[in-house]
Structure formats: C-alpha cells, structure tokens
C-alpha cells in the first residue's frame, strides 16, 4: 500500500502559478505510475495529468496541455503538478493518485490510492 498527502493548494488569481506537491509513503513510489485529477463542485472528477514509474512519459489533459507540468522525484517520493496561467475553470479539489499498473489510465476508477485532496481557487 500506499499513503498520500496533496499540499501547495490556496487561492490565487486568473493568470497566477501554483505548484502542488504530492508526498507518497509506504510502499515503494517507484513501483506506482501518478496521476493528478481534479473535481469541481457538481462535477465528475476529472484526469489532469499522470506520469509513468520512471518520469519519462507523461499525458495531459486537452484543456491543461501547455499550462501544466507534471513530474515526480522518486528519490524523494513525491509527484508534483506545476500549474500555470491558472483559469477559474482551474478551480478544483485537486488529487493525487497511484496505480501500480504500468501505463497510465486516464480514468478514476483505475486508479487504487488517493489522497485527501488540497483545493485550488483561481478567481477573476
């Protein structure tokens, strides 16, 4: 198993930068591909980005590719996302989840460990 901890969430505004962190401990990080999804109020959740074991592949979704960077640092257990030119769109519960699959799934269910989520607030 897993345990993990989103941090870096708060409330910025249109045009800002955040960077989350996602802490991982437990079970070896390197043996989970990441994701990062996101979910707003009266909306599924939603794939934001995931990375393989390794870091050298990583997948975006459509309305994120460009603003956002996904990548991870298994020597310190921890996947970050760095978002910038952040949109009110971008407002969401934001998590971070684990799959000891080797590919990236874009879909939730896939996924076996969750954090807890940390909030992201862009206004205009």
């Known amino acids: 198993q897993v345990q993990l901890v989103e941090s870096g969430g708060g409330l910025v505004q249109a045009g800002d930068s955040l960077r989350l962190s996602c802490a991982a401990s437990?079970?070896?990080?390197?043996?989970?591909?990441m994701g990062w999804f996101r979910q707003a109020p009266g909306k599924e959740r939603e794939f934001v980005a995931g990375?393989?074991?390794?870091?050298?592949?990583?997948y975006y979704a459509d309305s994120v590719k460009g603003r956002f960077t996904i990548s991870r640092d298994n020597a310190k257990n921890t996947v970050y996302l760095q978002m910038n030119s952040l949109k009110p769109e971008d407002t969401a519960v934001y998590y971070c989840?684990?799959?000891?699959?080797?590919?990236?799934?874009?879909?939730?269910?896939?996924?076996?460990?969750w954090g807890p989520g940390t909030q992201v607030t862009v206004s205009s």
């Open positions: 990375i393989t074991r390794s870091g050298g592949t990583t």
């Open positions: 989840a684990a799959d000891d699959d080797v590919v990236v799934f874009t879909a939730a269910r896939r996924y076996d460990y």
């Open positions: 437990g079970r070896t990080f390197s043996s989970y591909t």
